[in-house]
């Protein structure tokens, strides 16, 4: 992962307190960890630990001679996620993609996709890449392919691509190809809720599947459904590229 990247995650990392660092590291729990600290086997940048004390990001903790690497690396994660699960935190939710992915380190979602779509998910422990890309004025694009009930016109393509009356409001112009006889692709700056399977819903059709295959640089390329990668350090620089100059709020 480039180091400015990382560089600039870990500085704004907030500090965390010991304990918590070596239970989230897998060493041990809390309670163990407290132990470890009292009887003099941690050390801090060479320096017998305190209890409570807190970790900063770059610092070196040890236990004994065992250096212990914690969860400061920031993830980045592309996510083919399958029909039927659901974008939520919700603990009680069994389908929910935190569940489903059960990934090592605590991670989020970025935009949800809804329960019966598919695709392209991207999943992160950055706050900042998050807040930048989920703020609606900064026009994101995000593109998806999409089955309709019914052979898609030259009428309806254009009624989408300029904009449909829904949820109290019209939709941004959007770009709308058509792919098939019954698909079609979109590519939105915006993200209303069930956008597209109410944009097709005002005009007479139903969606039968629902596809995303990019959001911004990042593509869903030949990702299987149901599984993740980490994205390159290329999309990475990309992705910084372009959220650069977007406010965070």
């Not at 052979?151 to 109290?168: A, P, R, W, Y």
């Not at 990042?218 to 590229?241: K, N």
Request: hydrophobic share 35%.
């Amino acid at each position: 992962m480039s180091n400015r990247i990382r560089e600039e995650f870990l500085q704004k990392k907030e500090p965390v307190r010991l304990n918590k660092y070596l239970s989230e590291a897998g060493v041990c729990s809390r309670r163990e960890a407290d132990r470890l600290i009292e009887s003099g086997r941690v050390t801090v940048d060479g320096r017998l630990a305190q209890t409570g004390m807190r970790i900063t990001p770059g610092q070196e903790v040890r236990v004994g001679r065992k250096v212990v690497s914690g969860k400061d690396e920031m993830i980045v994660l592309a996510v083919n996620k399958p029909r039927g699960i659901v974008c939520t935190e919700e603990k009680r939710e069994r389908n929910s993609i935190i569940r489903f992915l059960n990934y090592p380190s605590r991670i989020t979602y970025v935009g949800r996709l809804d329960k019966d779509s598919r695709g392209l998910l991207l999943m992160t422990n950055n706050g900042d890449i998050i807040n930048r890309m989920m703020r609606a004025s900064n026009h994101h694009e995000k593109e998806y392919k999409v089955t309709v009930d019914q052979e898609v016109t030259d009428d309806f393509l254009k009624q989408m691509s300029e904009g449909v009356h829904i949820l109290d409001t019209v939709t941004r112009p959007c770009r709308v190809t058509r792919i098939g006889k019954y698909t079609f692709s979109i590519i939105l700056t915006q993200g209303l809720n069930r956008q597209i399977r109410r944009m097709c819903e005002a005009l007479g059709y139903q969606v039968k599947d629902l596809l995303r295959v990019r959001v911004m640089n990042i593509r869903l390329g030949s990702l299987r459904e149901g599984e993740y990668r980490e994205l390159t350090d290329r999309e990475l620089e990309e992705l910084y590229d372009l959220l650069r100059d977007t406010p965070q709020r």
